[in-house]
C-alpha cells in the first residue's frame, strides 16, 4: 500500500499578507516588555514565552501589528511579557474577543494564549466557535492538566482520578483530549507540542503562523508547583521513544527504539477489520502498510484516528506535530468580501438616502 | 407623538375620543364623519397577520399625514395554539390631526378575527365602540374554546357596543375563486380583506400596500395578486354594504409637525439607523457582536442590511462572545456595539466590567422586556435600570442614555457613542419593547445638522520620563474629561498591554498598590461623574406648580399626555422626562428640591425613585405598574390630581 502525499509548500506566509512587515532587522529582545516576568521560578511558561520571542522575528512583521489576546490563568500573563498590542481579557473568553480584533481589522497578527481551564472549561464555547469559524488566529494553548493559579484544583484535561485539593478521593469526570475535540469542532489547523522541545515548538509555530484561519497549538506545559512532572514520559529520552509519535507530514508514522533502518521499530498502521489504526512491531511484520503522515488529507478521520492513540492516563503514544492542516475560507476575509460585494451591489452607503426610506411625506410650514 | 413640551393653546390629549366636528358630506350616499382622533385595534390569531395588517394600515396613515402611536402586542410563541387566549395578537394603532403622544387607552373600533380575538380584547373596549368581528369563526368549536357558552353575537352581551358583523372569511374566499386556490389558501388573505374594509372606513390611501404586496410576494404574482383584490374587496364591501352607513376622515397633522420631510418609524429601525449614523459621524467603522433574543434582534437584522455602509455583524455564539467580539473591535478601534435585552445583559456583566476597566469605547443596548430570568419576551418593562445602574462587580460605573420615543432612538443613539467616544467607556441604552415595535412619524434629520462624533486616535508618546526619554502611557488621562488615549494596534511606538487587572495611574502596568487601587477606582468613578449632559429643562407652564413628575425612557408619551390632561382639567403641574440615569443632570436635585411634591411613574417597583431618594433625599413618590404594557394616560392623569390634592 503506497500512498502520495503532496509536498510541503514554501513557507509562504499567506496567513499574513496583509500584515505589515517591519522596516529593520528584528531580535528576539525587540519581543521583550519592559515588565518582570512573574510565573513561578522553573515554570514551563518561561520556555514558551523565550520560544515565541525568540520565533517572532523570523515573521519579521511589524510589531505593532500583532497582537496578543489572552484569558485568565497563570498563562494569560503572557501578553504583558510580549512588546507589541496586547490584552489581558477575562476568564474563557480570548478567542471571542480575539475573533472581533482579527475578523475587524485584517492587517493584524491576532495571537490567543490560553490555558487548559481558561480554553477548554470556562471558554469552552468560545473556542469551538473560532475552530469553526476558521477565523484569523493562531491559539497557543498551554496545558498543565492543572488549575495553577487558583492553586492546585484538576483541570477538565486532568486524568480520571486526580487526587487534588477539589478532588480529594479523586477526580470523577473523564478529561478532554484538547486534539481530538479541535478536530471534531472543524479546526482547519491542529497541532501539539511540548515546551521543552524548543525546536518542535518552534517548527509548530512556524506552521501555524502560515496558515489562513485558526490555528490551534496545544502545548504541554509543566507546572512544577502543582503537577510536576506531568509530561516527564515525553520528555524523558528513554520512556519518550516508546511514548512520543512525532509526526511530519509525508513521513512514515514510525517511533519506538531505532530499527535497523534508523526510524522508529514501531509503526501506526490502519486495522483493516476495524478501519481504526493500530501500532504494529515493523521487525515482525514489515514497513508496508505503515501509514505516511498526511497533515493536509480533506478528511479529518485520519488525524482524529492518531489523536486517539494517546493513552490519557500514561500518555504513551502521544502524537506531536502538525497533525492536521487544510485550507477552507477564512472567516475574515469572508466577512470582508461580503463587504465589498454590498458596495459593489449597491454603492458606498448613503447616509441621507438611508434615512429617508422610500415612504416620506413633506410638511411645508 | 412629536417630541414637543405641550402649550396652553394644545388641546388635551384627552378630548372625546370619536367627537364629531363637523358633519361631512354624505358623498355616494354616505355620511363622512370628520373626528380629530381614532383608536384602532386589530387582534386575531398569531397566524392571521395582525401585525402585518397594523403595519400596512400605519403606512398608510403614516403617509397620509396623521400624527399617530402604534402599540403591537404579540405572544413569545411563534404560533399559540390556534383560536386559543393565549394566541392572540393584536396591534393598536392611533393617530389623529393633532399632536399625539401615545398609542391610546382604549379603542374606539376592535376587529376582532375570531372569538378568542374577541375575549381578549373586550375588556379594553370602551361602550359605545365599534367592533367589527369575522362571524365566520363564531362556530361552536372555537368559542366552546374560549368558554363562550352562547355567541356573544346573539346572546345581547355586546348590546352596549355597535357591532359589525362580517362573514370576512367567506367573503375572502368568494372574491378570490377566480385564482383557483385552496380554501386554505385564500382564506390567508382575510386579514387584507379587513383592511380594506377599514382603509375604506377611515379613508387611507391604499397605493403603498398595493405596491408593498406586489413587492412582498413579487416571486409569487398570484399571491400578490389575490392579497390586493382581497384588500380592494374589503374596501368595496364597506362602500356597499349597508352596514358601514359611514365613513370617517381625520385630517392630516399639519400643524403638529414643524416644516420638514417625514417618516414612520419604529424604535429599533431608529436605534438602528442612529447607530449607522454614528458610525459615520464619528468616521469609525461599525462592529456589532450579538446574539439573537427578543426584542432587540431586529437591530442586528437591520445592521446586517448596511454592510455597504462598512457595517460588520456578527452574530456570535452566546450573549458573552457577542460583547467579547464587540470589545475587542473596539480596542481595533471601531465603533463597537452590542445589542441583547436583559438576560443578555445578565450574560455580558463580566465583560461590561472589563470594558469599564479597559476603559474603551462601547454601546451596550439593552431593549428591556418584563423580567425577571426570562420573563415576559415580547412585552415591555424599565426593570433593568438598577442592573445597568449597578450590575457588576466592583466599582464599576457605566453611563446610561434612555430614549424616550421610538423616533427618539435615533437621537438616543447618537448621544450614547458621543459618551462613549468622548469619555473611552462602556454606555447603556436603555430602549425597551414598547419603543423598540412601536412607531411614530419622524422628521428625517439633515446629514449635515448631526453632531460631529470623530474622535482622535493617540499616535505618539504622551509622556515624559524622568531621564527626558518619551513614553507612551495608555492610562495618562486627559485633563477635562480624564478618557485615557485610544491607541490603536496598528500604531507604531504605541504598543501597550492592557487587562482587567488593577492597572497603574499612567502606565498601566499591573499593579496591587492600596493608595493606586484606591486612586484609580475613585478616578474611573469621577470620569464618568463628570459627564457632560444637558440640564433638565422644567415643563412648568404657570411657574406655580407643587407636584412635580418625573420620568425616564419611554413612558414619556403616557406621562406627558397625563400632563395635559390633568392641565386641562384645570390643575398645575410640573414635568422632567431624564434621558441621561447616569450621570444625572446636574441641576436635577435643585429640580426636585423646588416642588413640594414628586411623582415617579415606572414600569418597575420604583428603581428610579430609589435612586433619587438615595442620592437627594427627596420624598419621591413611587408609582408603579409591571404589566407589560404601557402606562395608560386617563389612569396615571388621575394618579397625579391625586398627588396634587394629597
Redesign the interface.
Known amino acids: 500500500m503506497t500512498e502520495t502525499i503532496p509536498e510541503e509548500k514554501p513557507a509562504q506566509i499567506e496567513a499574513l499578507s496583509l500584515v505589515?512587515k517591519a522596516e529593520a532587522k528584528q531580535s528576539m529582545k525587540d519581543f521583550k516588555?519592559d515588565?518582570e516576568v512573574r510565573w513561578c521560578p522553573g515554570c514551563g511558561d518561561y520556555a514558551v514565552l523565550a520560544a515565541v520571542q525568540g520565533f517572532m522575528p523570523e515573521l519579521g512583521l511589524?510589531?505593532?501589528?500583532?497582537?496578543f489576546?489572552s484569558g485568565?490563568g497563570c498563562s494569560s500573563r503572557f501578553?504583558?511579557y510580549?512588546?507589541?498590542?496586547?490584552?489581558?481579557?477575562?476568564h474563557g473568553?480570548a478567542p471571542?474577543?480575539?475573533?472581533?480584533?482579527?475578523?475587524?481589522?485584517r492587517?493584524?497578527s491576532v495571537w490567543v494564549v490560553t490555558g487548559d481551564g481558561d480554553a477548554l472549561s470556562i471558554g469552552g464555547?468560545?473556542l469551538i466557535?473560532a475552530l469553526r469559524r476558521n477565523v484569523n488566529l493562531k491559539i497557543l494553548l498551554f496545558n498543565n492538566r492543572i488549575y495553577g493559579l487558583t492553586k492546585g484544583q484538576y483541570s477538565p484535561t486532568s486524568e480520571l482520578g486526580k487526587i487534588t485539593k477539589s478532588t480529594p478521593m479523586g477526580s470523577l469526570d473523564a478529561p478532554f483530549n484538547p486534539v481530538s475535540l479541535a478536530l471534531g469542532a472543524e479546526a482547519s489547523f491542529v497541532a501539539r507540542t511540548v515546551d521543552s522541545d524548543r525546536k518542535h515548538l518552534t517548527s509548530v509555530l512556524r506552521a501555524a503562523a502560515a496558515h489562513p484561519g485558526t490555528a490551534l497549538v496545544e502545548i504541554y506545559q509543566n507546572c512544577n508547583i502543582f503537577n510536576d512532572g506531568a509530561f516527564e514520559v515525553l520528555k524523558d529520552k528513554d520512556q519518550a521513544l516508546e511514548a512520543v509519535i512525532r509526526l511530519e507530514h509525508g513521513e512514515p508514522i514510525r517511533f519506538g527504539a531505532p530499527a535497523p533502518d534508523g526510524l522508529g521499530s514501531k509503526g501506526v498502521v490502519r486495522d483493516p477489520a476495524t478501519g481504526d489504526l493500530k501500532v504494529i512491531d515493523v521487525l515482525e511484520e514489515g514497513t508496508d502498510g505503515v501509514l505516511v503522515h498526511d497533515a493536509h488529507a480533506a478528511s479529518p478521520t485520519t488525524a482524529f484516528a492518531l489523536s486517539r492513540l494517546a493513552d490519557p492516563e500514561t500518555l504513551h503514544r502521544t502524537p506531536i506535530g502538525v497533525l492536521r492542516n487544510v485550507e477552507r475560507p477564512v472567516y475574515d476575509t469572508l466577512?470582508s468580501d461580503?463587504?465589498d460585494s454590498?458596495?459593489e451591489?449597491?454603492?458606498?452607503?448613503d447616509?441621507?438616502a438611508?434615512?429617508?426610506?422610500n415612504?416620506?411625506?413633506?410638511?411645508?410650514? | 407623538m412629536t417630541s414637543q413640551v405641550s402649550s396652553p393653546a394644545e388641546k388635551t390629549d384627552g378630548a372625546l375620543v370619536g367627537e364629531q366636528r363637523a358633519p361631512g358630506d354624505g358623498g355616494e350616499g354616505k355620511e363622512v364623519r370628520r373626528l380629530d382622533r381614532v383608536i384602532i385595534r386589530f387582534a386575531g390569531d398569531s397566524g392571521d397577520g395582525m401585525q402585518l395588517t397594523g403595519d400596512r394600515f400605519t403606512?398608510e396613515t403614516?403617509?397620509?399625514?396623521n400624527d399617530l402611536s402604534t402599540l403591537p402586542n404579540f405572544p413569545a410563541e411563534i404560533r399559540a395554539p390556534a383560536g386559543t387566549l393565549p394566541g392572540v395578537s393584536s396591534f393598536q394603532l392611533h393617530f389623529a390631526d393633532h399632536d399625539i403622544l401615545t398609542p391610546g387607552d382604549a379603542p374606539n373600533v376592535l376587529v376582532a378575527m375570531n372569538p378568542a380575538a374577541l375575549k381578549a380584547n373586550i375588556g379594553d373596549v370602551p361602550r359605545g365602540a365599534e367592533i367589527i368581528v369575522n362571524t365566520d369563526e363564531f362556530t361552536k368549536r372555537p368559542m366552546a374554546k374560549v368558554g363562550y357558552a352562547t355567541s356573544p353575537l346573539e346572546d345581547g352581551s355586546l348590546e352596549a357596543y355597535n357591532v359589525h358583523p362580517v362573514p370576512l372569511t367567506t367573503l375572502t374566499i368568494e372574491a378570490l375563486k377566480e385564482f383557483g386556490l385552496s380554501r386554505k389558501e385564500a382564506e390567508r388573505s382575510k386579514n387584507m380583506f379587513a383592511l380594506g374594509l377599514l382603509s375604506w372606513m377611515y379613508h387611507r390611501p391604499t397605493e403603498?400596500t398595493e405596491k408593498f404586496l406586489r413587492a412582498k410576494f413579487a416571486k409569487k404574482p398570484d399571491i400578490a395578486e389575490a392579497n390586493v383584490t382581497a384588500f380592494r374587496a374589503g374596501w368595496n364591501f364597506g362602500e356597499t354594504t349597508e352596514d358601514f352607513a359611514t365613513s370617517y376622515e381625520v385630517a392630516p397633522a399639519?400643524k403638529a409637525?414643524?416644516?420638514?420631510?417625514?417618516?414612520?418609524i419604529s424604535g429599533n429601525l431608529a436605534l438602528s439607523?442612529g447607530l449607522?449614523?454614528a458610525s459615520?459621524q464619528a468616521d469609525l467603522?461599525l462592529?456589532l457582536?450579538s446574539y439573537p433574543i427578543t426584542p432587540a434582534s431586529d437591530i442586528l437584522h437591520e445592521l446586517s442590511k448596511?454592510?455597504?455602509?462598512?457595517?460588520?455583524t456578527?452574530q456570535?455564539?452566546?450573549e458573552?462572545?457577542g460583547i467579547?467580539?464587540?470589545?475587542?473591535?473596539?480596542?481595533?478601534?471601531?465603533l463597537?456595539v452590542t445589542t441583547t435585552s436583559g438576560p443578555g445583559v445578565a450574560l455580558k456583566s463580566?465583560?461590561i466590567?472589563?470594558a469599564v476597566s479597559?476603559e474603551l469605547p462601547l454601546l451596550i443596548v439593552d431593549i428591556q422586556r418584563g423580567g425577571p430570568s426570562t420573563g415576559l419576551p415580547t412585552k415591555t418593562e424599565q426593570a433593568d435600570l438598577l442592573q445597568a445602574m449597578y450590575g457588576r462587580n466592583g466599582e464599576a460605573p457605566v453611563p446610561i442614555v434612555a430614549p424616550k420615543t421610538p423616533a427618539d432612538c435615533f437621537d438616543a443613539a447618537l448621544d450614547a457613542a458621543r459618551i462613549a467616544l468622548t469619555y473611552r467607556t462602556p454606555v447603556f441604552l436603555l430602549s425597551d419593547g414598547y419603543l423598540a415595535n412601536g412607531s411614530e412619524p419622524w422628521r428625517?434629520?439633515?446629514?449635515d445638522e448631526l453632531p460631529d462624533l470623530r474622535v482622535q486616535f493617540a499616535s505618539g508618546p504622551n509622556h515624559e520620563l524622568a531621564d527626558g526619554t518619551e513614553a507612551f502611557w495608555p492610562y495618562k488621562r486627559d485633563e477635562r474629561t480624564l478618557a485615557r488615549p485610544w491607541a490603536i494596534?496598528?500604531?507604531?511606538?504605541?504598543?501597550?498591554?492592557?487587562?482587567?487587572?488593577e492597572k497603574q495611574d499612567g502606565t498601566g502596568?499591573?499593579s496591587y498598590d492600596p493608595a493606586n487601587h484606591d486612586f484609580m477606582v475613585r478616578t474611573r468613578q469621577a470620569k464618568i461623574d463628570g459627564i457632560e449632559v444637558p440640564d433638565l429643562e422644567v415643563d412648568d407652564l404657570s411657574g406655580e406648580a407643587n407636584t412635580l413628575v418625573v420620568g425616564w425612557g419611554s413612558t414619556y408619551g403616557p406621562i406627558t399626555a397625563a400632563v395635559r390632561r390633568v392641565r386641562g382639567a384645570g390643575e398645575r403641574i410640573a414635568q422632567v422626562h431624564l434621558r441621561h440615569l447616569n450621570p444625572f443632570p446636574r441641576n436635577l436635585g435643585e429640580v426636585l428640591r423646588r416642588y413640594d411634591k414628586v411623582v415617579v411613574p415606572e414600569m418597575n417597583l420604583g428603581q428610579l425613585s430609589t435612586l433619587l431618594r438615595a442620592k437627594y433625599l427627596v420624598d419621591a413618590r413611587s408609582h408603579t405598574q409591571v404589566s407589560g404594557m404601557p402606562f395608560k394616560a386617563e389612569q396615571l392623569a388621575e394618579v397625579l390630581k391625586e398627588a396634587i390634592n394629597d
Open positions: 505589515p516588555s515588565q511589524a510589531k505593532e501589528n500583532i497582537v489576546v485568565i501578553p504583558y510580549m512588546n507589541t498590542y496586547g490584552m489581558h481579557s477575562i473568553r471571542a474577543i480575539a475573533t472581533g480584533l482579527a475578523s475587524s481589522r492587517d493584524l464555547n468560545h466557535h466577512m461580503q463587504l454590498a458596495v451591489q449597491k454603492g458606498k452607503g447616509l441621507a438611508l434615512l429617508a426610506g415612504d416620506t411625506w413633506t410638511v411645508v410650514g | 403606512s403614516a403617509s397620509f399625514g403603498g399639519t409637525f414643524p416644516t420638514g420631510t417625514y417618516r414612520n439607523y449607522v449614523a459615520k467603522p462592529y457582536g448596511h454592510k455597504n455602509f462598512g457595517v460588520r456578527f456570535a455564539e452566546d458573552i462572545a467579547g467580539a464587540a470589545l475587542g473591535a473596539a480596542f481595533g478601534g471601531s463597537a463580566e465583560t466590567g472589563l479597559l428625517i434629520p439633515e446629514v494596534p496598528g500604531t507604531p511606538g504605541l504598543e501597550h498591554r492592557i487587562g482587567g487587572i502596568n499591573i
